[in-house]
């Protein structure tokens, strides 16, 4: 995730300008999508949903032969799903899941203007159409969110039901990250942009790996903590030695891949929660 640029924003507030203009300093993306995942040797389809409420979405599935899990992930703030064209090939090659990567809306070569609901929205449609298309199961589906996809994957965790949940780099909530880099001024802000996770990690109820660097200066390692801290079992939290929020694969080792594959192992072989009472968009 591109470090908010909160203190802009903070200060057109105090000026008397739009609250609305705080989705210009958490969310940047990208119209030009400047790879593919055949660019790195793998085979994709490249597939565009329609959301619920009308949006026309575009999102790649990389299949892996022999793959007992399909990973749907949620990407961060910035760029688009061409920006994690070799994420998707080292993934494949070192968790041997299938892959679905979604654009949230305004993004890539997504129709529509990104909001936290319609990012909510976008995630449901992928869903459906994992379901429906390519006849997915939940006990085969592992959501994976990164840094401000970490907040989208909880919330559909909490709502659908899945065989497990990874996070990379999450952040508690976007008024915590506020208060993390302006300690005053972050505590005044009237914020329409929320990304609660903190107050939805306690209704999930599916297996739980947290993966983040200890020198993360941009979602600090101890919002990861604290979100796992308030998270039910069965969890695990795995530190990245010496990585930042961006540069995780630089640092890891194979003791990295060895968790995420016995993670997602582990989480095929168990339950899977069944559909809650949870209303959509809360």
């Known amino acids: ?16 300008c739009s609250v609305p203009i705080e989705s210009g300093f958490i969310y940047f993306p990208d119209a030009h999508v400047a790879g593919t995942p055949s660019d790195v040797g793998l ?26 899990a399909t990973l749907l992930w949620f990407h961060g703030n910035a760029g688009n ?14 968790w041997r899941v299938n892959q679905m990567i979604v654009d949230y809306r305004g993004y ?3 129709g529509g203007k990104v909001s936290e609901q319609g990012t909510y929205e976008d995630a449901r449609s992928a869903l459906r159409y994992l379901a429906s298309d390519k006849g997915v199961s939940p006990m085969a589906l592992i959501l994976f969110g990164e840094s401000l996809g970490s907040a989208v994957a909880v919330q559909m965790a909490m709502e659908s039901p899945c065989a497990g949940l990874i996070l990379e780099s999450p952040f508690t909530s976007v008024r915590d ?40 200066d941009i979602v600090p390692y101890k919002l990861g903590k604290r979100l796992f801290d308030a998270a039910n079992e069965p969890k695990t939290f795995f530190t990245v030695r010496d990585a930042g929020h961006n540069d995780i694969l630089v640092w890891v080792k194979e ?28």
């Not at 949903?49 to 892996?64: E, H, K, L, M, N």
């Not at 001024?185 to 993966?211: A, C």
């Open 43 to 68: 085979a994709y389809e490249e597939v565009f949903i329609r959301t619920g409420d009308g949006v026309r979405i575009c999102a790649w599935y990389v299949p892996c032969e022999g793959a007992e």
């Open 108 to 110: 890539g070569k997504s």
């Open 255 to 282: 003791s990295f891949h060895e968790t995420v594959r016995k993670f997602i192992h582990d989480s095929l072989s168990g339950p899977v929660r069944k559909y809650g009472d949870v209303p959509r968009g809360s």
């Open 81 to 94: 799903i061409g920006d994690r064209v070799e994420l998707l090939k080292i993934y494949h090659d070192a």
């Open 177 to 216: 990250m506020a208060e993390v880099h302006y300690p005053v001024l972050g505590r005044l802000i009237p914020f329409r942009i929320r990304y609660d996770s903190i107050g939805k990690i306690g209704k999930v109820h599916v297996p739980l790996l947290i993966l983040h660097g200890d020198r993360d």
């Open 1 to 16: 995730m591109r470090k908010f640029l909160f203190f802009n924003w903070i200060l057109l507030v105090v000026m008397g």
